[in-house]
């Protein structure tokens, strides 16, 4: 069973940069389906973007643009670059991975994936 840990969260006004980071543990993740999604208070948690692990990649349009997500396999790791951020961006940010590649239809989906970590908090001011 893989275990996940996210790291990187913190404050920053609006149009600053963060860069999460989602170590796993357990298990090589390079054949796994890899996402990151995000809760705000009072709202469901919401696809941001995943990647499969033939590399292809899936962003929530509101995400487009401005986030990248990459993979080191070398590290286990999975990154989140986040960037041009905004005050909606704020949230709760969990990194998910399902054992096999991803289901096309549940790429930003929290019904595609097994396992979740304890996710990081981003704040972004105005």
């Known amino acids: 069973q893989v275990q996940l840990v996210e790291s990187g969260g913190g404050s920053v006004q609006s149009g600053g940069s963060l860069r999460l980071s989602c170590a796993a543990s357990g298990d090589s993740v390079s054949s796994y389906c890899m996402g990151w999604f995000r809760q705000a208070p009072g709202k469901e948690r919401e696809g941001v973007v995943s990647?499969?692990?033939?590399?292809?990649?899936r962003y929530a349009d509101s995400v487009k643009g401005r986030f990248t997500i990459s993979q080191d396999n070398g590290k286990n790791t999975l990154y989140l670059q986040m960037n041009s951020l905004k005050p909606a961006d704020t949230a709760m940010y969990y990194c998910a991975s399902r054992r096999t590649p991803c289901l096309r239809w549940l790429r930003l989906d929290y019904l595609g994936y097994n396992y979740w970590g304890q996710g990081t908090q981003v704040t972004v001011s105005s």
């Open positions: 990647i499969d692990s033939d590399g292809s990649t």
